[in-house]
């Protein structure tokens, strides 16, 4: 076994010693869990949304540049 595998093997361990002890632990891993989750979730929308990230300004002027096709192409129309 692996120092890896033996070092997650004993915390799993701990933590269900912990939990067996204690049936509050577990109703805090659980809010943790949820925690982190709602901390990945909104760090997600800040890099998504915010205006001086590299992706949001590509799709800016992706859309931008898609609209002003669409444009020119009905002006030629005419």
């Not at 509050?24 to 760090?43: I, M, P």
Request: overall charge positive.
């Amino acid at each position: 076994m692996t120092l890896a595998a033996l070092t997650w093997v004993t915390l799993g361990a701990c933590l269900i010693y912990l939990v067996i002890q204690d049936p509050n632990v577990y109703e805090w891993l659980v809010l943790q869990s949820k925690l982190l989750g709602v901390l990945v979730r909104r760090q997600w929308f800040l890099i998504r949304h915010n205006p001086n990230s590299p992706w949001v300004r590509w799709e800016i002027d992706r859309n931008a540049r898609r609209l002003a096709d669409e444009i020119i192409k009905e002006n030629k129309n005419r």
